[in-house]
């Protein structure tokens, strides 16, 4: 048996208890005293997840679809929850020690970095300051902030998932195909499918540079092996996850991400399908604005008013201060941002130096894929490598904020960095052999810092393309924006300058070193302190004190006002909500006590964006009403408040119709909505004409069909008609995973209307069903759940055999 060697074990207890700290210090002492982050993009998601949480704590059952957002749409994006999720949620509450606050994500970061670095065979320290380094990187704690903490907690599990790649090929196959898989498995239930799919490009730079190194050292067969280990750590990582993986690929068909039934169906290259190019360029980085990597504040920071930042503003003239002060401090090429991709002025140093002073391919595949991210995050700024991935590589157009691949020179820049000071610390005669590549390392990022600090102008704007304009047209106000260069600047030099003397004293700290006047542990030391106290002021910067609020506004996110009072009093189960006084296809706080026709979310349905764009957005009062929208809220006066309008046309849950206008494609079918009587026609595309009969039965008086009971996943109608007919059911049309029934017996359903579902009713008393209960959830967890254990075996199995001191396959290298 092998005995655990508690002496070497106490630096990784002692970096692990290091990282918790730092992690509380940082959120200290607003954790302490019960504060809670507030987040807008999670006040988003409270709300339109609202409907669902409520059904399972009254019934226990989990919803596949929700009524509160967008007048129905599945929910497998908005609260994916599986069976197999919770293994997997049981592990990553392991992962972070079962802490429960904001600083187990800081420490989840930095463990994953952690664990890569030793994977590299990179020393304790080292590997603590790296985890430092990487995961104090502005953009993180800017997501934070916003709350989109999925796509943080992707990003956790990326680091530990390239070590289990990096130590498969290092021959360690059985742990690094555990770790691939149990990682892998990990960052894809993390459910920001974007960040794993940047990453990707990573992998693939890795595994090349593995191949060359592999080839140069005729060593092919093992690189085959690993390879093939990895293969199958990927596949049962995917498995893991497969019910989420699948029906987001399936649900994605029918949402923006999917093809567009009102493009040209004969256009160059066939019908669109993915984003449309200019929404997915939208948030482009700046060419310029790369420069945040170095100096913070490169284009101002964050979006925000300047009146805020007391320090700029207090050598603006008196006269013109007001109009100064309502300026943005951000003069990027953004719409807005909330803040810079910041890596560290001494860590970018340092990266520098690596792309001089370490060797091998592992090297360049981190550079290559920097530079990559780089030209990619610059979107319309440099639009035709951008519109080569969007037209040719797979997925690529299935995703918005191109700015946001920057995540990945947040990786690889920090990497190499502590892969050079490990080059330097084994090798210290470099600091003395390689003056030469020290000073261009220093020339690149202290030297440009200092130039930008002296001769600001000579090298940047400080207007964005909107202010030229403006200003072009009138010169009037040249004083103001004279004055608002002046405090610009002011902002872009101040950061100039701290990038400077961070790397200046950085510089002379290894030079002390590598003349012998310094220590190695007090050069680690210093070069550690000085990373963390850059990147932590910077980080201060975005979330602070400021973000937290008391947690009872986290347990009423959305207090009820007298609309909502009002509105309530209706006891109907269904009907919906119009809710003028808020971004209505923008904002999803409706959503949290009403069922909405509008809300916000990235992937809603196709069809549905397409009726927002064409018809709600003109607000055609037809569409309005066969939305079974009841209510509008609109905006009243300062002593009222929002204001109720009960819509009396509202056409209900179902309704019979008397006639059909068939059409023949989408474009046709969105045009007829423009105007008809919704409550006696139904518009209908041909391709539905083998379900609908072309000559359907009028409905005779005292012919009736309503809603008898309500459930987020299942409606149930009686309907009672002397003849029978069509009848339109105010309900979004989904393709697939409805179980619907007349009586008990299957039945089909139809789209009319765009986007509302219809069914041919017999004559007499009936009840209808439609149940949303996808087979497919059964199937991929039963899959996934055989994944999840044989990754555990298999996990037990390596711990048996390092337990046992067997080498076998675990320790072979």
Known sequence: M????????????????????????????????GKVLLQDDMKQGIAIGQEGLAFKEQTGETTRWTNSIFSGMPNFQISPSYPNNSVLNVIGNAFHLWINSPASLLFMMMLGFFILLLSLRTKWYLALIGAI???????????????????????????????????????????????AALFGAMQIVSNHIQMS????????????????????????????KASGVLIIAAVLAVGANLPNLYHTYEYSKETMRGQSELAPAHQEGGAKTGLD??????????????????????????SGYLGNNKEAMKDVKTDIRQYVAEMNQYWGDQPGTSGPVYVGALVAFFFILGCFIVKGPFKWALLAATILSLLLSWGKNFLPITQWFIDYFPMYNKFRTVSSILVIAEFCIPLLAILALKELIQNPSIIKTQKKTIGISFAITGGFALLFAIFPSLFFSFFSAYEKSFMTEHPEFGEIFASLETVRIGI????????????????????????????????????????LSDMYSVDKRYLNSDNFVPERKIKDPFPMTEADRIILEDKDPNYRVYNLTVSSFQDAS??????????????????????????????NRHVINMLNTRYLIVPGNKETGPQVIKNPDAAGNAWFVSDIKWVNDAQEEMNALTDFDEKKTAIIDKHFANIIDKNITPPAPGDTIYLTSYKPNELRYKSNSSKGGLAVFSEIYFPWGWQISIDGKPAQMARVNYVLRAMEIPAGQHEIIFRFDPVSVKVTTGIAIGCITLILLLGIWALIDVIRRKPGIAEEE
């Not at 990573?202 to 191949?211: D, L, T």
């Not at 030099?493 to 950085?506: E, Q």
């Open 590 to 619: 409706t959503s949290y006590r009403h069922k909405s026709i509008g809300g916000y979310h990235a992937a809603k349905l196709r069809r549905y964006d397409d009726l927002i764009k064409y018809q709600l957005a003109n607000n």
């Open 133 to 179: 380094a990487y995961t104090f990187s502005s953009y993180f704690f800017i997501i934070i902030a916003a709350g989109h903490i999925w796509k943080f907690v992707t990003l956790v599990y990326i680091p530990p998932t390239i070590a289990g790649i990096v130590l498969a090929y290092r021959g360690k196959y059985l742990w690094g195909g555990v770790i």
């Open 197 to 224: 799919y940047y990453f990707l490009f990573v992998i693939a730079a890795i595994v090349i540079a593995y191949f060359i190194e592999a080839w140069r050292k005729q060593e092919l067969p093992r690189f085959f």
């Open 2 to 33: 092998r005995k655990l060697n508690l002496k070497k074990a106490l630096p990784y207890i002692g970096s692990i208890l290091f990282m918790v700290l730092l992690s509380y210090i940082y959120f200290a002492p607003e954790i302490f005293e």
């Open 277 to 302: 190019t200019e929404y997915i360029t939208q948030w482009s980085y700046g060419i310029g604005e790369t420069w945040t990597l170095l100096i913070p504040n490169a284009k101002g920071g964050a």
């Open 492 to 531: 872009f030099s101040a950061d100039a300058w701290r990038s400077f003397f961070i790397i200046t004293l950085g510089t002379a700290i290894l030079l002390l070193y590598g003349y012998g006047k310094l220590g190695k542990t007090t050069f680690i030391v210093f070069t550690g302190i000085i990373i």
